[in-house]
Nanobody, 126 residues
Framework: QLQLVESGGGLVQPGGSLRLSCDTS????????IGWFRQAPGKEREGVAC????????YYTNSVKGRFTISRDDAKNTLDLQMNDLRPEDTAVYYC???????????????????WGRGIQVTVSS
């Protein structure tokens, strides 16, 4: 099995918060990088945040720094993305994703991963 299942999306007003969660229990490969990317209609994929397994370092795209926090709970097999102070430009489908190859972090932060889930809609609107 190679499943990544997202939950927690929805509609929120600007300035609000949402917490996305990814169930990684169905992903049986050892990943090098795990994270989130998003894609808005008519736009390219954008890496949002990721964790490097080797040293648990975290990376964020500039537009979400200080507002989003990525975290991993190995006991629960989940990857979470806490999103605060949401803006209309954060509206997109968010995907949980993993890289098992030795691809550099720059690829993950461009939204390029080896595996990803079905995605979940996040809409920020008044």
């Amino acid at each position: 099995q190679l499943q990544l299942v997202e939950s927690g999306g929805g509609l929120v007003q600007p300035g609000g918060s949402l917490r996305l969660s990814c169930d990684t229990s169905g992903f049986t490969l050892d990943y090098k990088i795990i994270g989130w990317f998003r894609q808005a209609p008519g736009k390219e994929r954008e890496g949002v945040a990721c964790i490097v397994s080797a040293d648990v370092s975290t990376y964020y795209t500039n537009s979400v720094k200080g507002r989003f926090t990525i975290s991993r709970d190995d006991a629960k097999n989940t990857l979470d993305l806490q999103m605060n102070d949401l803006r209309p430009e954060d509206t997109a489908v968010y995907y949980c994703a993993a890289t098992v190859s030795g691809a550099p972090i720059i690829r993950a932060m461009s939204g390029e991963y080896d595996y990803w889930g079905r995605g979940i809609q996040v809409t920020v609107s008044s």
